[in-house]
């Protein structure tokens, strides 16, 4: 069966920085992308980027760039997720997705979703 | 940059009504691109419809969807209890969101 499992709830102070990990299992994961989207409380889903796990290629939202990186670990076929500078309004549900994209030229469709990984941030 | 509009932003319905709920790019965008989710609280999103009108592996034949120009519709046909849930157009983005609740 095919899993994403993500890293536990996070309480981070605003300016501190958070990694979201995200493990994969059950496919090949360098055949795939991995998209990170976010919903903060009461609002839609929010795409903040892309990784290719095939050669690690990123295309971030315009909203995060400077403030998000993301990586991935093909030896334990792990995704990870940064966000630094963290101000109140990222409090939100971060999840990841597998992406069909494995290049920047194939459609971003997710198919399988991790749990998601609730961030708070608060003074 | 892309951005999804998404009419209807909520709608009532009864359980077998059928339910078009559309979707509009601000530029051209290629069908191949635009997908729907279904998302319910508490729970991961799930994937409906990819590119446009492929029906996802495992989900319902009631679900569709069309393209025509810069317009896509999603459409529900017999709604059924378990369908109330939020509909999110997405190419990268995400449109806001159509959430569908019982009448």
Redesign the interface.
Known sequence: QVHLVQSGAEVKKPGASVKVSCKASGYTFTAYGISWVRQAPGQGLEWMGWISAYNGYTNYEQKFQGRVTMTTDTSTSTAYMELRSLRSDDTAVYSCARDLARTPLESNAFDIWGQGTMVTVSS | ?IQMTQSPSSLSASVGDRVTISCRANQSI?A??L?W?Q?KPGK??K?LI??ASSL?SGVPSRFSGSASGTDFTLTINSLQPEDFA?Y?C????????TKVDIK
């Open positions: 940059d290629s191949y691109h997908h989710y998302h991961a999103p994937l990819y590119a996802q939020t999110y997405q190419q990268k983005t995400f449109g806001p969101g």
